[in-house]
């Protein structure tokens, strides 16, 4: 809870302004709307920059519905993640403006104009099958406000692909490094280019892959400096965080 | 087994109320019907404090309908768990009271009237994806004669959402926690109430969940004392273990 | 943050009976000292019924003796848990009344009286090997206030000495089961009995128990309802729950 | 090899009964039948007692046909596990003689009759849910020559079922025991009963069961001696253990 | 509880041979001896066939004493497992014949003569730096009343010093493999004998045996029927079903 | 980069034979096609001794037939693994002199004739439900110019079928070992030849098999020397491999 | 490889400055010093932004001598991580100035000034056991150039220490956030600050915490967007990460 | 068995030349020496081609020694691996030539003089923690009669490093490469080079490197080609296997 309002809040008290009752349900009431089902919270936006992004997955395609509703009504930029087709149709029926990307099972509705800083994320992607995560973390890092580069197919067992293309990353701001298997690229990448990274394991692989253990143990141990790393295939963690540093 | 039944039973015996044949036969025999497939345990309700639930999971939809016959033949209250669309289609054929819970997976059977205690029971969840858990202990905690209250959609990610709510929490009589991904909703809880608190890891997350085994861990090692876990998305368990508690 | 102390504080500024800035200050700092390298969360006890406990484990003898000492000063019951011989003298030296429990690796220092519930906790352990845990536990409730019953080496290779001491079980308020190996205590006593049972898994067996994984996953699975389990070895967190259970 | 069958061999050679290159060749090429995409096992009957089973799973249900077919005309027993549906109607085409067992996955024809031994396997289950498991069991330790009996829904919530029937075990001469969940019905009985058990660990179960993990390691750090363990879910062979045990 | 015995007191009830008040004494406190600290399970000698084991590690040698002394007094044969330098000499303080395997850790006491069956348990073991698991095993088997063949340094990557010893194998009753690294053994021996194998994983080996997971892994997987495994490192285990079966 | 070639275009600037401009795009540029979605690595062939292969998995089908058609026009070899029905018929539909080979999902198209050393690669396979392995690491072998041979069902439950096919064992070049289950195959062939072996462990198998972790941490535990480990299933790893040691 | 001093280098060579077989030489020993048993990366100042970094698990005391003596002789800025006492002594003789964290396990040595930016880094920790981690990562961040913060023994079981210190982490440029047991401090934190966060996990904690799992799992899986993570006890790695933010 | 041998003895018998029990007894008894605990494997340098190494771990001084002494007198090179000092010590009390590398924990006695082969083994090691490793296989590499170069810390953090030094790689004969962390060299050589790559994952790291569990996974899983595995820091393993290739 934000010390700056309470001070606010207990300053009306004091002059009356507002009642004893009414400051309590404020600090309660105030920062979500509460829609049975889900409390959507309004007060994300100023707390932590962003409005709630909606995890598909595991949600009814009509809860999913009403909280685009919702949200759309606000004039919000809204993203849904892992949006199966059926509620991907369910939300262009509603808002039919909304752009979807089926590769990257996303929906994504811009609602309000931002400012989009100069430097750019980067995205690098070591082989096409990782390419589902890749598209997830470019609407992320889109629909945030931000300028975004794809290079994929760079994979270290054909490290030149890579080395000529280092400019474009040398040159962001961020980057994202997107790799399945053994996932060396981060590590690789790592000790070229004095930027953080944000290292994606991606579930791509043969058998003692274990759904990403391998890539995401390798990225964890990365004897390169500078390399953090988030959930196997989470493309739209990486992105949101890279938005966060794009737009110190 | 139970002393005093061998105590009486002994006394039968020896005041030649009972033959030793009978005696025998009676330790060994009557505790349970035997239905060939399966053995309801008939004494549980006085051991244990209640009927057999039937765990639909791996059953034929036979055997489950030959079972709740039999116990609703006896008049017991009644629930079956991780039952299947076609299950409860099933059950309902044979008793058109019963009440199915399609996002919990139950059918509840109810009849006989049972004391309900004062205090309630709380569960509270961290996402709308943990619905389906938070149904199975409602439906449980229900059919087991108490008051519950949910509190659905206030993972830490939002933490105001939670602290609006406290009051409901802090007068339960005990707090069932329902989670996934990363299961911190059950410290905060932990650190924020002088309640027992069970802890429900649920199956949702991203890939390094591990199928709930992300929220396992972190409710075990949580650092609030006063949390005490079962096991993964196992509603049921953390509903029955909280009536315990409750009608104490 | 309680909304009862919100509530007197907004009124206490509106009487002008507390000042603006000393509201905002008291909403930061009252509930916790200061010592530098560690915040004592005075304001525990209220909130969640029992002051802080010091976990031994990698901290350095003299910050757990600075703690006792500024703990000791308010008068507070202390628990030192997993402490060290050396820890365990430093405590001493300060306060010689202190009762260490070698086995247990606990210090407990009783400041005041409480009052003490009339139901009791019982420990049902399933060998001698599991003693340190069974003392941690005993440690525990009795410094929170409660009469324990201790019961031990009643495994289920030789289930007749269990039967033999059922009465003790049942008539506790609730029953802390403590077993290695695979576990399986936890199951057979929440069969025999109506009362929560806090399953502690310790880490005591050969080598596919792999630190206690094995008596820690056959607990999450036992199949007889009303089984919670806690973290392997446990003890403290055990007695903890089962003491806010025993009070209720 | 067998030393015999080389001195025998030895013997002829020496006596010119038979030529050196046949004599080569007999050693290499005698004990099996080479179908091309398999190498039938005929000197197993007389090297380990019975012939090769087919494990049906991950083979085309045309390769078990031949494999059958060319078994069938050598007049062995035959045993398939792990029958699909469709397999069981491909061999039922073949031998309309042969008896499949459909909750069991297993078909069994029987060319051959054997000598019965007086001693019976019983196997013993904790649920309805792991009947499939049993079965398996069941059709194999048939299929080899056995008597043997079934003892099933004795899990140790409900542990007076089990005593009830504590005679059936008691004369057994070898025990299977087939449990889910924690296992811990294993320990349980071999606590109670002084004949060799054979644990088998079954997939039954809610989330940290881990696909039988939880009762494959409970199984493994069994506190009761004398229990062994085989895989999960491997009814086939735990009761092929059982056959060799009772046959002695 | 063993059903004859209830007839037995039953009848003395009935009979008047035997008061109430002794007879339920009696089924609670005949079959074992409490030192306080531990239950001594006298009971169990008659229920599975061999007095308590006592297992040495996590126990105190004192206690470890104290329940020697009280079981040599019943003039029970005694076997100590996992049993220190120290806890050893302790023993032989107090029982100067005790006989001390240290590569084994056993300490063994032998008080009462024993019918020993013709047939013999072979133990096999793969390398040398199996020996101690190959000790255990070995005393236990010995004190159960066995004859014991071991055949070490067997291991498959020189399978001829196998084949060469096939006749001790083959002749025994039932065969102990003891095997650490990949545990390739169980599976060849396997192959080539009709007799019941159990199979001891062991936790010697380079990195990725992960404590002897992967000989654990690798027996329970065994292609070989009649296979059955017990704990990583549990010579006595093994041994004791092996005695199980011997005496059959 | 290759030393060789920065000289050459060193001199080349030198001389003035390249522009300034045109040596930094060559060093960038060359070694690859960018078909947008996917960077095929035309310079492979130089620099590890084969063009790239296509692995089918996660890939779309439309870049498959893409990459294919790209390749097929620069008169490559090609190889497609994990090669789906569909996936495989497209491709025939672009080239209709591909070979798909359906038990290994494997297409594959010469184009380009090879020389063919003179010896061997030989894969020894444990039973008929690794046959798909060993049709991808056949297929594998075959398209990169190798000469192969196939041993299947040979595993170790029935050793002397193997001991009779020693020789084309012993006379290859390099062998290739597919196992499933506890993978032991690869120990025992690792016994009894002098050539290097790379093992495969597949997913075939029982329960605690976990996908294929047995046989492989089997592989890796291998007590006979000699033997190194590729990824679970991984047939064509295996073989570019043995291709590569085949071509020494 | 930078392209632009390949292009400088080219123009060199065009315009004679430097020969041909001197440019191939510089393109491969410019960038290291080879000290026998390492390479010392000279050019990672340029490349990443600052020297290599000393890690000194698992190196020799000599070694590591070496390595500072000969990098304290370029004028580097030295940090030496996981240094034990002895390293640590040896080190001080060399270099009189270094300065030692003992806590922390670091050497650092300074040597260079640097510009410092004017955004801090802060460090939030969970508990007092977390420390040697928060020291690892401030000494880093402090040598690294960045003005640093701590706030220690905040974690989530009073939740409002953590709020009464909102401001100094809400005004910070990026956050550490470090924390054992179930690392629930991540998402908290996660979900009330809008700056980028980097999370280490440590092994602090009871049993089930395996080295750390638990709480890498949780903040892996955290519900709050915005956390990226490094691994296990890594203080280092997330204050380069966090340096390099601070300086963009 | 070796076919041609046991045709040699068929003939010998079928002459007269040697009898028949004298043949069984050879096929029995001739390839190995039994020295009580340990039964040596003389065949070995025939059957795989060379002499059984010793390993020491787990095994006694005193055993090793005796070993050590047994094939010394068969003039056999000797190679004894994870050597304590201790055992070291005893080795060169007998045998004063014995060379002691105490990083690699090897010690080598050279009796025989073996051809070596004109190509080269190149060990390629990522940081100066893997040297133990690194020295264990160039050890073994050594005594089995190859030449062999190290270039060591040429990790991927600093890729130049490697660069500079392909040359020596990509002339080499077999290639074998030794990494911890996240061992992502192994791909990157692995797209580099022509040659078969042997890689070692060691147990260098933090926390998630589980071991040396995290290099391994990430070698099984490389995205180059030709890559094959051996166990965690098992340097004997690669440099045998290196040998084998490097002898063809």
């Known amino acids: ?33 509460d829609l049975g089902f889900a409390k959507i919270d309004n007060h994300r936006a100023i707390r932590v920059g962003y409005p709630e992004v909606i995890y598909g997955e595991g949600k009814t395609v009509d809860h999913v519905k009403q909280i685009v ?21 369910a939300v262009l029926d509603v808002c039919p403006d909304a752009h979807y990307n ?5 929906v994504s509705i811009s609602n309000t104009e931002q400012d989009i800083p ?18 997830e973390a470019y609407e992320t890092a889109k629909i945030l406000g931000n300028q975004v580069k794809k290079l994929t197919d760079v ?24 790799a399945g ?6 590590s690789v990448v790592g000790g070229l280019v004095k ?22 143990l390798s990225m964890l141990n990365s004897c390169a400096s500078g390399v ?3 959930n196997i295939d989470n493309g739209f963690g990486a992105a949101y965080n890279a938005s966060m540093i794009n737009k110190l």
Chains 1, 2, 3, 4, 5, 6, 7, 8 share one sequence.
């Open 228 to 230: 953090s790393v988030v």
């Open 195 to 216: 930027k953080p990274i944000i290292a994606v394991p991606t579930s791509v692989g043969y058998g003692a892959n274990f759904g990403g253990l391998a890539a995401l």
């Open 155 to 178: 994979g270290v067992a054909g490290i030149h692909r890579l080395f000529a293309n280092l400019d474009v990353i040398r040159e962001a701001k961020v980057v994202i490094v997107v």
């Open 181 to 186: 298997m053994e996932g060396a690229l981060a």
């Open 118 to 135: 100069e430097g750019y994320i980067v995205i690098v992607a070591a082989g096409t099958s990782d390419l589902p995560v890749v598209e």
């Open 102 to 106: 089926q590769m990257g099972r996303t």
């Open 69 to 89: 509703e919702h949200m759309n009504g606000n004039g919000d930029n809204i993203l849904v993640t892992r949006c199966s087709e059926e509620m991907a149709q």
């Open 1 to 33: 809870m934000d010390v700056k309002s309470i001070e606010k809040l207990l300053n009306d008290v004091k002059n009356d302004a507002v009642s004893l009752d009414d400051a309590v349900k404020k600090l309660e009431n105030l920062p979500f709307s």
